[in-house]
């Protein structure tokens, strides 16, 4: 069965520093992995996808992350934080044939000014 | 491209009534659509799945008879909390899917019983 671990519940950085957000996943085949953020009371948005395709993958706002199948994670990173990045951020797999999203538990996100 | 909305967005009613939520793909057809439920502070949790036109598909531990899904069409589908009580205070949110198999999250729906 598929499922991602988020290693960290909250995360803090400075405005301008980079943000890394850990995910680890467990998949018995290659999997097709996700990033999402919501913000408070918000929808959830997605960040980016990994398919199968390029192992770095860019997504919106200057996020990107790296599929590592050596290591079985797929970390979120920015390069600098701005405050608006103040969100949780999900990371998320594709079930199998079911289609289904299976969420990790969330990593909380602080920016500080 | 690719919106969902939920309506209402916050809705606030009392122990023993029941409330319907309603999700919609506004630019898109979705064959299947998904229902969540938010713990404060917690992660999504899969309630159902409902494909246009079939009876709805629930997760294990959830009670069809509590929560009703209808996906009368391929726009929108609706979750009613029937006979709703304080512990079903949460945020419900849904997603829409069409042929692929990414998945457009609506905003969400608080949802307070008093």
């Known amino acids: 069965a598929q499922s991602v671990t988020q290693l960290d519940s909250h995360v803090s950085v400075s405005e301008g520093t980079p943000v890394l957000l850990r995910c680890n996943y467990s998949?018995?085949?290659?999997?097709?992995l996700f990033w999402y953020v919501q913000h408070p009371n918000k929808g959830l948005q997605l960040l980016l996808k990994y398919t199968s395709a390029a192992t770095l993958v860019k997504g919106i706002n200057g996020f990107e992350a790296e599929f590592k199948k050596s290591e079985t994670s797929f970390h979120l990173t920015k390069p600098s934080a701005h405050m608006s990045d103040a969100a949780e951020y999900f990371c998320?797999?594709?079930?199998?044939?079911?289609?289904?999203?299976?969420f990790g538990t969330g990593t909380l996100l602080a920016v500080q000014p | 491209g690719a919106v969902v909305s939920q309506h209402p967005s916050w809705v606030i009613c009392k122990s023993g009534t029941s409330v319907k939520i309603e999700c919609r793909s506004l630019d898109f057809q979705a064959t299947t659509m998904f229902w969540y439920r938010q713990f404060p502070k917690q992660s999504l949790m899969l309630m159902a799945t409902?494909?246009?036109?079939?009876?709805?598909?629930?997760e294990q531990g959830v009670e069809k008879d509590k929560f009703l899904i209808n996906h009368a069409s391929l726009t929108l589908s609706t979750l009613t909390v029937t006979s709703a009580h304080p512990e079903d205070s949460s945020f419900y949110i849904c997603?829409?899917?069409?042929?692929?198999?990414?998945?457009?999250f609506g905003p969400g729906t608080r949802l307070t019983v008093t």
């Open positions: 998949s018995s085949y290659s999997p097709s």
């Open positions: 409902s494909n246009e036109g079939s009876k709805a598909t629930y």
């Open positions: 998320v797999v594709l079930g199998g044939a079911t289609n289904k999203l299976i």
């Open positions: 997603s829409a899917q069409p042929v692929s198999y990414e998945q457009y």
